[in-house]
């Protein structure tokens, strides 16, 4: 397996450390975190980011993007995933 799909239910770290060898996981964001403020988002976001660790990761959401999403909400989130940077990290 080179790419597993995890859900928002799922650790991505516990998720990750399921695979066998080389690969990653993608995922885990529930879709309707973006319809609460932008400070649950940022927490909610580095928490999974945090647990999937710096590699083999790639945030999308679980289920995609919620009509009503507001424009803002769903920037937002772009940005924390872009600007987030790990331990060491610049």
Not at 48 to 55: F, N, Q, R, S, Y
Not at 60 to 88: C, P
């Amino acid at each position: 397996v080179d790419m597993a799909e995890g859900r928002e239910r799922i650790a991505a770290g516990r998720a990750k450390a399921g695979l066998e060898g080389p690969g990653g996981v993608q995922g885990n964001l529930d879709p309707g975190v973006l319809f609460g403020s932008q400070e649950s988002i940022k927490d909610r976001a580095e928490e999974i980011l945090k647990k999937a660790g710096p590699t083999g990761h790639v945030m999308n959401l679980g289920h995609g993007i919620e009509a009503a999403t507001s424009e803002e909400n769903a920037g937002f989130f772009i940005e924390t995933v872009r600007n987030y940077r790990h331990e060491g990290q610049e």
